[in-house]
């Protein structure tokens, strides 16, 4: 609570009664952890809180006006002027309706003289904590809001630049293309595009040109005819005419064979369709969404890709950020995947150890966003208890890391330095010794020293000696 803290920090609070035996209780229970202005009038109220809304309100209702209506009214004007205001009503009055229509104009809390202002001052203090926790969680409910982005998460600054390319593709039908590297989250990306499009409740078909068969894409694509082939025992929609009135995605597209690529140029340049076996075309009507992480500009050079496919599906780019360049975002992501596989596995949430965060956001993640998610899923499952320190991550991760050298070299607890020099010292001079046979001369010539301090060094460890 701000009441604890310097006077500049505190809450302020306003009285407004022209009740003088309300002053002295007031200095002797608020004024000691509150800043607090006494005001007599409606008017000097009005123009504080249209300056600058105070904390918390207490309106004595029988001061303001001729009628308790009045003060009603006043109560409902105030929230309007701040509505995170603590507003607290005071009156001699026993109306149950008084009490009702104070409830209504949403008063916090409401007291009738005599008051106990001991009562008042935990009651005022438990209204200012449930208020400053209401505004904190909605900063943070704001804050996480920042963080996302459809199912991408990060807020870091190429995450917001990522963030616009998609909102201003969205709403059209252009084609697009999206280029990272492998596990930086492109499909994600794509259904983003498609969920603030005009297509969202329309199919999404995604097909991974990598992950089919030479001998299969080509009928996956394009569909075929009952007899076009030895299996194909009944006609099939392929995956272009499956994508009508919606998008299709295309991931690594650059695998596709020449062959393939020559039929989908003619697709998207007819938009239409015709299957493996059959003699007419059927009109499509989709939006194609393409991903890669090849350089297709390297592949057009060298054959691999035909250059008038690459200028049909490059009309509007769009690059996925690395995660080694989203300063910030492997904590966030960190901390959303192990929120999200403790619950998927029924496990008590798991924290990091302060140690793990760093160790995680100095590595270079070649595997990108899929490589954290896989590591924080293996975590959740194979630590027991409810702390991952560092010693639980990888070897890779442990020896790239400066901030687990340090944690490995001095462990939470601490160390006894003298005790730890006395072992380096010891280890020293018997790996020395090993190493010239026994021989302390040539010990020593492996160590850097003089003969003299060998003998001293074995006569205080004990070692070679006899």
């Avoid at 006077?7 to 002797?28: G, H, I, Q, W």
């Avoid at 009651?123 to 904190?136: C, D, Q």
């Avoid at 003699?279 to 035909?306: C, M, P, W, Y």
């Avoid at 050298?405 to 005790?419: K, M, S, Y």
Wanted: proline share 5%; aromatic share 6%.
């Amino acid at each position: 609570m701000r009441a604890a803290v310097s006077p500049d920090s505190r809450f302020n609070v306003v009285f407004v009664t022209t009740d003088a035996l309300v002053r002295p209780e007031v200095d002797a229970y608020l004024a000691p952890g509150y800043n607090v202005s006494m005001l007599e009038t409606w008017e000097q109220l009005v123009a504080l809180a249209k300056k600058q809304p105070p904390d918390a309100i207490f309106l004595d209702l029988d001061t303001i006006g001729e009628r308790s209506d009045d003060g009603i009214a006043a109560l409902a004007e105030l929230r309007s002027f701040g509505p995170d205001m603590v507003l607290i009503a005071l009156t001699r009055s026993n109306s149950s309706k008084l009490r009702l229509k104070a409830v209504h104009a949403a008063v916090d809390e409401y007291f009738i003289a005599p008051i106990n202002f001991q009562e008042i001052q935990i009651v005022l203090a438990r209204a200012l904590e449930k208020r400053s926790l209401e505004i904190e969680c909605r900063r943070q409910t704001a804050s996480a809001g920042e963080q996302s982005f459809c199912e991408l998460i990060g807020a870091s600054e190429p995450m917001l630049r990522l963030y616009e390319a998609i909102r201003r593709v969205a709403g059209s039908s252009t084609t697009v293309l999206i280029r990272g590297e492998s596990g930086t989250g492109k499909e994600l990306a794509a259904r983003a595009i498609v969920s603030m499009g005009p297509r969202a409740e329309k199919p999404f078909v995604s097909i991974n040109c990598a992950a089919l068969p030479e001998n299969l894409i080509e009928s996956e694509l394009f569909g075929h005819e009952k007899g076009a082939f030895t299996d194909a025992r009944t006609a099939r929609a392929g995956h272009i005419e499956l994508a009508h009135t919606g998008t299709l995605f295309l991931d690594e597209i650059a695998t596709l064979s020449l062959p393939l690529q020559s039929k989908l140029l003619r697709v998207l340049e007819y938009r239409s369709v015709t299957r493996l076996g059959g003699q007419t075309a059927k009109r499509i009507d989709f939006r194609l969404i393409a991903a890669t992480n090849e350089d297709l500009e390297d592949l057009v050079h060298s054959g691999r890709f035909r250059e008038d496919l690459y200028y049909r599906i490059n009309v509007v780019p769009i690059s996925l950020p690395p995660l080694r360049e989203r300063a910030g975002d492997i904590a966030l992501l960190a901390d959303y995947f192990l929120r999200q596989y403790c619950a998927a596995n029924n496990v008590p949430l798991k924290h990091f150890e302060p140690d793990v965060v760093e160790i995680l956001e100095e590595d270079s993640w070649p595997g990108n966003v899929r490589e954290l998610e896989n590591l924080i899923q293996r975590l959740v499952l194979m630590v027991d208890g409810p702390e991952i320190k560092a010693h639980h991550l990888p070897k890779r991760l442990l020896s790239n890391s400066a901030a687990s050298q340090e944690a490995l070299l001095i462990p939470e607890e601490g160390v006894n330095f003298d005790d730890e020099i006395a072992r380096i010292e010891a280890a020293y001079l018997t790996a020395a010794l090993r190493r010239s046979q026994g021989s302390k001369i040539g010990a020593a010539r492996l160590l850097h020293i003089d003969k003299q301090k060998m003998h001293y060094l074995c006569r205080k460890y004990q070692i070679g000696q006899g």
